[in-house]
């Protein structure tokens, strides 16, 4: 019983992280105007679930360091009581961020989930070194680190665009949303509303050629291409992470783990990705598609790098860092946004922690 527990806390929290984070890899997609939410979820869902299974064979390292190995005694990590708080503690916290749209780490929640847990079962035996080494110093660094690559990236190619002579052109994109019901007519025309109002929204698009292409259209595709990127360096990052909590089940194949959490971040993702994503894609900075090229392509670079060498850094830190890049160098980055995104992160440690802490003091003292 107590396993088929555990097997189902890795899969709400899986299903937790595909809807706080799913859309993250997309997010300058939907942000510049170059597809519209349901493509971009599409697209999101496609590329992290092809990371995921690439992890099987690129990504065992991580699978080690989330399952608690070298913080804890050895012993405790086969007891599936800690795997299930853990779980339990980062899923709670995932998900409730992602009901009020904050874009919050998996990966900092389950390291504060490791800690709660980790403490209240063997108090100062917690390695401690071993956490902020391994665990904490990546997750600071990265979004720094994201944040300064991708401002100079920018002024590199918005140097090389200007050289080669492609300017940028603003336009007007009309949406003309039509009513639905007969009440809805009645309504609008009640109240002098024009019955195909319309909602303006400013965008750019790049005029001029490169190397004897469009320069808008290339840039699109190459768009595209970095958006699926940092989805799939996202799935490659945090499915072992998820798995790493189910190495306790020795009679479950860790393929079939990696399987099994894929397709609940896909879930996630496709049900309830939406306010985290219009919070990513619409608050931090307005972009165009240059811009969002540039931070999806340092995205990207940095967080699959990091799985390769099994660096638990954040997909959301690196994300929102690399877009707060971008919007530094615009001087649109909305500040008041970024400080309640980057208070969420500060809290996101010590709620999993005592979440997790609880849930393990519970299940002991149930003789679980």
Not at 190 to 201: H, I, K, R, Y
Not at 226 to 239: E, H, K, M, P, Q
Not at 266 to 284: F, P, Q, Y
Request: contains cysteine.
């Amino acid at each position: 019983m107590i396993l088929i527990l555990l097997f189902l806390a890795a899969t709400f929290l899986a299903y937790s992280n595909g809807a706080n984070d799913n859309f993250k890899g997309v997010a300058t997609l939907f942000g510049s105007g170059t597809t519209d939410y349901k493509k971009a979820i599409t697209w999101a869902t496609v590329t992290t679930l092809s990371g995921s299974i690439a992890a099987i064979f690129l990504a065992s390292s991580l699978v080690k360091n989330f399952s608690g190995k070298g913080l804890v005694p050895n012993e405790l990590i086969q007891s599936p009581a800690f795997a299930i708080s853990i779980a339990l503690g980062a899923a709670i916290t995932v998900f409730l961020a992602t009901k009020i749209g904050m874009p919050i780490s998996t990966t900092h929640s389950l390291v504060g989930a490791l800690f709660g847990c980790g403490v209240v079962a063997v108090g100062s035996a917690f390695n401690f070194t071993k956490l902020g080494n391994v665990f904490l110093m990546p997750l600071i660094v990265s979004p720094l680190m994201a944040a300064v690559v991708s401002l100079i990236l920018y002024l590199i190619f918005r140097k090389i665009r200007v050289t080669v002579g492609i300017e940028k052109d603003s336009y007007v994109s009309i949406q003309q949303p039509e009513p639905k019901t007969a009440v809805e007519i009645n309504l609008m025309t009640a109240q002098n509303v024009p019955v195909s109002s319309n909602d303006n929204s400013h965008l750019q698009k790049y005029k001029g050629e490169f190397i004897g292409l469009n320069a808008q259209k290339m840039l699109d595709f190459f768009h595209f291409i970095s958006a699926g990127i940092v989805s799939f360096a996202r799935g490659l990052n945090d499915t072992p992470k998820i798995v790493g909590l189910l190495v306790v089940i020795n009679a479950l194949d860790i393929r079939i783990s990696m399987l099994a959490v894929a397709a609940a971040m896909a879930i996630g993702g496709l049900l309830n990705a939406k306010k985290v994503g219009e919070m990513i894609s619409k608050r931090i900075t307005p972009m165009n598609s240059g811009q969002g090229f540039t931070a999806n392509l340092v995205t990207g670079l940095l967080v699959t790098t990091a799985s390769i060498h099994g660096m638990p850094v954040s997909t959301t830190h690196v994300s929102v860092g690399s877009i707060f890049g971008i919007g530094t160098v615009t001087k649109k980055a909305d500040v008041k946004v970024v400080k309640k995104i980057l208070l969420s992160w500060l809290l996101t440690l010590p709620i999993a922690a005592i979440i997790s802490g609880v849930v393990y003091f519970g299940l002991k003292a149930f003789g679980l």
